[in-house]
């Protein structure tokens, strides 16, 4: 009888934790936020390119994170859920050109990946596998296209700097909603083009307006950093 009880209790308990799991993978929205490589490597002061290759001077893909509403996010939902690069092997190639990983040392991507996979991939297992989650991610950077936005309005990679308003005016116009500009500041106190966050729904595919947007400031004026890739590294 004791062993009995004591089974049903380990029953109960695991219903319980599977129920605290899938509540935890809710979400009503994914922030999809692009990185400009030039800003990047300012904001962290060194920057190594990846083992792959050379990465194009365009914004690459930081991530796609599920959020809440009310600004705050789900974060490493399954652990029993590693990232599995067999799992996207037909995708690794468009990963490595448009996910490409810019920490120091170089590196493949892997790393990254399984980064945000584990933090914000997990999260999102409600709606998109593993497979879907990076396949809507390299999506999203096509239907965007944010450097194409930015040029068209002639607001270019240059080291100029352009109005905080004009930048998301051309990027509205391009990607058809409103973007969260988020800025770092190099060592000259410019306060420059970092990161790029639109909207998406639950089952990334479509943009969207942002229910809320993440806290932080940018300058008036804002540097669009050139980025040179003719180098292995920057430091």
């Not at 190594?48 to 991530?63: E, L, R, V």
């Not at 004009?166 to 391009?174: E, L, P, V």
């Not at 003719?230 to 430091?235: F, L, T, Y």
Request: aromatic share 12%.
């Amino acid at each position: 009888m004791k062993l009995s009880r004591a089974i049903l209790l380990a029953v109960l308990l695991t219903a319980q934790c599977a129920s605290v799991l899938s509540a935890s993978q809710d979400f009503d929205f994914f922030y999809f936020v692009q990185q400009w490589p030039g800003a990047y490597c300012d904001a962290k002061q060194a920057c190594c390119f990846p083992t792959t290759g050379k990465p194009a001077a365009d914004f690459s893909i930081h991530g796609l994170w599920p959020n809440y509403n009310d600004g705050s996010y789900p974060s490493n939902c399954d652990p029993n859920s590693p990232f599995d690069e067999s799992k996207v092997s037909d995708l690794l190639s468009s990963m490595q050109k448009n996910w490409p990983t810019l920490a120091c040392p170089s590196g493949d991507g892997t790393k990254f990946w399984t980064h945000e996979w584990d933090k914000h991939g997990t999260c999102s297992e409600s709606t998109l596998d593993q497979h879907s989650y990076f396949e809507a991610a390299l999506a999203l950077k096509t239907k965007s296209s944010l450097l194409q936005a930015l040029t068209s309005a002639g607001i270019k990679p240059n080291d100029e700097s352009y109005s905080l308003g004009d930048i998301k005016d051309a990027i509205k116009q391009g990607a058809g909603f409103e973007p969260f500009i988020e800025c770092n500041v190099d060592s000259s106190g410019n306060s420059q083009l970092y990161q790029v966050y639109l909207c998406v729904d639950t089952s990334g595919s479509d943009l969207i307006d942002c229910p809320t947007f993440p806290r932080g400031r940018c300058g008036s004026q804002i540097q669009f950093p050139s980025f040179d890739t003719s180098s292995g590294s920057r430091s």
